[in-house]
């Protein structure tokens, strides 16, 4: 196979150089072990380096700062002031309006009592606004955590017939995932979330309010004999088989609820200052429901309602916790699940707002948060929590200054537990079927994966894995497929690095890939590569085996018959490789006395510190270290090379022209 411009590769070329001085590559400062490993320690775990702002500071300053850094509520709490409170206020009670039905929808999610997710909307946002550093999240249930929360435990304890047990486990779990979430933040672990890209996430939302949505048409039929297994067949196929149980009255108030939600959702989507109008439709709707199950008597309908409600505040839970038993590994199973998912959806949410109002958010203290929120929660009688997009978005639109709309919020929760649950003893389990669909309905979003396909197809490809996984087999299988193929990615990417054929831009000294670039020219006598990637054990084969098979594509036979190469220099621009490792030495070893069986000469150009040192540090001999080997720029070591080029006889393959090209170098 002709590499690219072939036809043009071996003309005579006639190089204009200016004399001028050529800037040697140097060995970089010496540093002992113990200092580059200091170096990687704070890189790796402290990039956003947190202990800056003591620097040069008083020790009673020092203590502030630490009480302020542990605590933000110490931070902005001194300049609070009464026009903060009443925007706080207003978007407070505007979130609570949407955070009562969410919860009381959000808890029958997760197959536990309606109360518990009242619960889950009281104590964790207290917490939250002690230790948050968002202003603008909206603490309580979602509806994704709860669905995997639900499905998970499910498949090894009945909420029917063993509800103790599986709340049990439901406050088990919430522990264990405030305990992963918040070790992650105490030890800077913060980057494996990472794992779950934007694809993987868009894919997997858009499964999983597939799934919630199917789930409810239980309530929106009126079925009672429902299928507990999550997959769209399963789901599909029980809804078809179970006609006999649908009841006209429970589809026609589910449906009608459902059309008035999604029209308010319609109209805060196009006019953002009628945010009002869909925040406040779920509350609506349990209202005008809950009268109309009250005086016609639904529940003597085929119309099921929630039934009594326990009154009074958060009782605790701490004893009801189990660590040890035949379902720890459930309930461990449970919570990391649960954690990271709740984790990844509560910092994006805050980092999307802290952006449109130009203020940080640390990632790390937000998993601290989240994390003892939930172990706080676990132990007052609620289950995983974290910052909801919807009731974010709600809060954002309201005016919310600062987390004093959650403590609002959790306030107006506060009253509704100690005088208001009687009033919901007659809400209808079809209306929360219809909050809970358009809720979720807003997971998919189609721009965001027409974007990633016009990108990425292998990205889409991803996000299809998780859409497809979650929607034929289940939530936990569909996400970890989605994970498993990101990882290949990744390793692919690194095995598999990229490497290109760079040519000269004629009357420059630019060198650029010759694929990309057609005008661009190859150097006669020169094969001048870039490699894009560290080296290290897993890619040397690779680039082994890539780097022989150009020279071989170069080789023409002579007047005897033998194999001769056309080129003389193999120039590796090493500028984007950042790292190698043992391995990473040994190749470039080996490919220099493997070049020079044939000949050839190797020369590396910009390599970096770290390649610079361990190359030095492994050459025995020093040929790494001779002035010919080692340059800063491409068109530094062609030029210092080409009178070599110039006074060679080599073979030369016939041109398609005789053509005469002239390349300056303006070195």
Same mark, same amino acid.
């Given at each position: 196979m002709e590499p690219p411009n072939a036809s043009n590769s071996h003309c005579a070329v006639e190089i204009v150089t200016m004399e001028t001085e050529i800037l040697r590559v140097v060995p970089p400062p010496r540093r002992s072990t113990l200092q580059k490993l200091k170096t990687r320690f704070k890189e790796t775990l402290f990039p956003d380096d947190p202990f800056r702002q003591f620097k040069g500071q008083s020790s009673k300053k020092k203590i502030i700062l630490g009480a302020q850094y542990i605590f933000p509520i110490l931070q902005w709490g001194p300049k609070y002031n009464l026009k903060l409170l009443k925007s706080d206020i207003v978007s407070g009670l505007t979130i609570a309006s949407l955070a009562i039905p969410q919860g009381i929808s959000y808890a029958k999610l997760a197959n536990l009592p309606p109360i518990v997710g009242l619960y889950s909307s009281f104590v964790p946002p207290l917490v939250y606004a002690v230790l948050g550093s968002s202003r603008d999240l909206a603490v309580g249930p979602v509806s994704i955590a709860s669905l995997i929360m639900g499905s998970m435990l499910r498949q090894e304890v009945s909420p029917g017939k063993d509800p103790i047990l599986f709340l049990q486990l439901a406050f088990s779990s919430t522990f264990f995932a405030g305990l992963f979430q918040a070790s992650l933040g105490f030890l800077r672990l913060g980057f494996i979330i990472d794992f779950l890209s934007k694809a993987t996430l868009v894919g997997f939302m858009a499964g999983a309010a597939i799934i919630v949505s199917l789930q409810q048409l239980k309530s929106l039929l009126g079925i009672e004999n429902f299928t507990k297994k999550m997959g769209l067949v399963p789901v599909l196929s029980s809804v078809f088989h179970r006609t006999n149980e649908w009841s006209w009255q429970t589809i026609l108030m589910g449906f009608c609820f459902l059309l008035f939600l999604l029209l308010t959702r319609h109209i805060s989507k196009k006019k953002p200052k009628l945010f009002w109008v869909s925040a406040g439709a779920p509350l609506l709707s349990i209202i005008l429901s809950t009268l109309l199950a009250f005086v016609f008597k639904a529940q003597n309908h085929g119309i099921s309602v929630i039934g009594k409600l326990q009154e009074g505040l958060n009782p605790p839970s701490w004893n009801m916790l189990q660590f040890h038993g035949s379902h720890l590994g459930l309930v461990m199973k449970t919570g990391l699940v649960t954690a990271i998912i709740s984790l990844t959806e509560g910092i994006a949410v805050g980092r999307t707002f802290a952006a449109l109002k130009n203020y940080q958010v640390d990632g790390n203290k937000?998993?601290?948060? %989240?994390?003892?929120?939930?172990?706080?929660?676990?132990?007052?009688?609620?289950?995983? #929590?974290?910052?909801?997009?919807?009731?974010?978005?709600?809060?954002?639109?309201? =005016?919310?200054?600062?987390?004093?709309?959650?403590?609002?919020?959790?306030?107006?929760?506060?009253? #509704?537990?100690?005088?208001?649950?009687?009033?919901?003893?007659?809400?209808?389990?079809?209306?929360?079927?219809? %909050?809970?669909? #358009?809720?979720?309905?807003?997971?998919?979003?189609?721009?965001?994966?027409?974007?990633?396909?016009?990108?990425?197809?292998?990205?889409?490809?991803?996000?299809?894995?998780?859409?497809?996984?979650?929607?034929?087999?289940?939530?936990?299988?569909?996400?970890?497929?989605?994970?498993?193929?990101s990882i290949f990615k990744v390793l692919l990417q690194i095995t598999r690095p990229k490497a290109v054929m760079l040519g000269n831009i004629p009357g420059t000294n630019i060198f650029r890939d010759l694929d990309h670039y057609k005008e661009a020219l190859r150097v006669p006598g020169f094969l001048i590569l870039s490699i894009e990637a560290p080296i290290n054990?897993?890619?040397?084969?690779?680039?082994?085996?890539?780097?022989?098979?150009?020279?071989?594509?170069?080789?023409?036979?002579?007047?005897?018959?033998?194999?001769?190469?056309?080129?003389?220099?193999?120039?590796?621009?090493?500028?984007?490789?950042?790292? %190698?490792?043992?391995? =990473?030495?040994?190749?470039?070893?080996?490919?220099r006395m493997a070049l020079e069986k044939k000949g050839l000469e190797l020369v590396l150009v910009n390599p970096l510190s770290e390649v610079i040192e361990k190359l030095l540090r492994a050459d025995d001999y020093r040929e790494f270290a001779k002035p010919d080997c080692m340059f800063l720029t491409v068109e530094e070591a062609v030029a210092a090379h080409f009178s070599t080029i110039k006074n060679q006889k080599s073979p030369s393959k016939p041109c398609q022209k005789d053509l005469l090209e002239k390349i300056t170098y303006r070195v």
């Open positions: 937000e998993m601290i948060a %989240i994390g003892l929120m939930n172990i706080v929660g676990s132990s007052t009688s609620c289950y995983v #929590t974290t910052g909801a997009f919807s009731r974010s978005a709600v809060n954002h639109n309201a =005016g919310c200054k600062t987390a004093v709309s959650n403590i609002i919020m959790s306030v107006t929760v506060m009253v #509704t537990l100690l005088f208001l649950m009687p009033l919901f003893q007659y809400t209808p389990n079809v209306v929360l079927g219809a %909050i809970i669909i #358009t809720a979720v309905i807003g997971l998919i979003d189609i721009p965001a994966a027409y974007r990633i396909w016009k990108i990425d197809k292998f990205d889409f490809l991803v996000l299809l894995c998780a859409f497809l996984g979650v929607i034929f087999i289940s939530v936990q299988e569909g996400l970890a497929i989605a994970v498993g193929i054990f897993a890619n040397t084969t690779y680039l082994k085996d890539r780097i022989s098979r150009w020279i071989e594509e170069d080789e023409v036979e002579d007047e005897n018959g033998k194999q001769q190469s056309m080129i003389k220099f193999i120039i590796l621009n090493l500028s984007a490789v950042s790292a %190698i490792d043992t391995n =990473g030495v040994s190749f470039f070893k080996d490919l």
